[in-house]
């Protein structure tokens, strides 16, 4: 069975930063790529940022220059470091994994950390 836990979301000041980690457990699979996506209740889930193993990193445009997305293959984690945080970041954040067992991929979801940036 696959779980993918976050933690590291939190209450900061504009301007702060805050390093939210995921980390996917189970067995069975090798990970295609991880990503991390950002909600606001009634709104349609976006991308913030997204790390393969092939192609590049990419990022949401409006968090360029202060978000960074990171992984760490020994342990199946995949970071998010959010500097010069700003009131709009304020969210859900979510973290996603593409799973590979044999022939078939699927995605799988963290349960959500809440991120509030105050003006």
């Known amino acids: 069975q696959v779980q993918l836990v976050e933690s590291g979301g939190g209450l900061v000041q504009a301007g702060g930063s805050l390093r939210l980690s995921c980390t996917a457990s189970g067995s069975g699979f090798s990970i295609l790529g991880m990503s991390w996506f950002r909600q606001i209740p009634g709104k349609q889930r976006e991308l913030v940022a997204s790390i393969t193993n092939v192609g590049p990193i990419n990022y949401r445009d409006s968090v360029k220059g202060r978000f960074t997305i990171s992984r760490d293959n020994s342990k199946n984690t995949v970071y998010l470091q959010m500097n010069s945080l700003e009131p709009a970041d304020t969210n859900v954040y979510y973290c996603?994994?593409?799973?590979?067992?044999?022939?078939?991929?699927?995605?799988?979801w963290g349960q959500g950390t809440q991120v509030t940036v105050s003006s």
């Open positions: 996603a994994a593409d799973l590979k067992f044999g022939g078939q991929v699927a995605r799988y």
